[in-house]
């Protein structure tokens, strides 16, 4: 099984095994992503943007809430693989230019929210079976211990491929909730495919048959 994170799917058989090494120490942290930062998905081939997501500190802008990740949807997510980036905001939180440069990556797509902060005992032993029929996981490997851990990232789409809910699996359950301790400045999701007919699943022991898995599933709304 490849350990890279390519473009390529992930073709895997039950079984297959990353190397063990000792665990990465985690910091005890309560946020799911790095407070006051700003995150885009795009599409790996084409690097056309499919989400953009801001998370608010303690000091949002105006007519945002503290701690809180706002995930705006610019194109489906019909794609084999993903890249995920994170910049920093130009702008300090509280400057007077961070109010405008947070909502101008925002704008121009639909924009759902959810809580930021999150508990270890929120993360769930086990599978979570998707609500929508149009749902797709993606691996990457994981940025806290990239030589033996994977973790996934499960989409639940709408019937236009929009995404409705997000939920995060970790082959370790978070000290303190964080799906990153480590925030990665660039990392690729790969949709997971099993089989000679490459049949899409969303069951994260076709990522690692031999971890145990650990999920959390947040409540997106429209903001």
Do not use: C
Not at 43 to 60: C, D, H, Y
Not at 84 to 95: A, D, K, P, V, W
Not at 126 to 148: E, I, K, M, R
Request: net charge neutral; aromatic share 8%; proline share 8%.
């Amino acid at each position: 099984m490849s350990t890279g994170s390519g473009t390529g799917e992930l073709d895997i058989k039950r079984g297959d095994l990353l190397s063990k090494e000792p665990d990465e120490p985690e910091q005890p942290d309560r946020t799911q992503i790095p407070i006051d930062s700003k995150l885009r998905f795009i599409e790996a081939l084409t690097e056309s943007p499919l989400l953009q997501v801001a998370v608010t500190g303690s000091n949002p802008p105006p007519g945002y809430a503290a701690k809180a990740e706002y995930w705006s949807r610019r194109g489906p997510l019909k794609t084999s693989a993903i890249i995920l980036e994170s910049i920093g905001f130009t702008n300090r939180s509280g400057s007077a230019g961070y109010p405008k440069e947070f909502h101008d990556w925002l704008a121009g797509g639909s924009v759902l929210a959810t809580a930021q902060e999150v508990s270890a005992q929120q993360w769930i032993q086990g599978v979570y079976q998707p609500t929508s029929p149009n749902s797709a996981l993606y691996w990457a490997l994981d940025p806290d211990a990239p030589s033996t851990r994977r973790i996934g990232l499960l989409v639940e789409l709408g019937s236009a491929g929009e995404l409705l809910n997000v939920i995060w699996y970790k082959a370790k359950q978070p000290t303190g909730g964080l799906i990153f301790q480590k925030a990665p400045s660039r990392l690729t999701f790969t949709r997971v495919v099993v089989g000679e007919m490459k049949k899409p699943s969303t069951d994260p022991y076709d990522i690692d048959a031999q971890s145990t898995w650990y999920h959390y599933r947040g409540e997106m709304r429209s903001a």
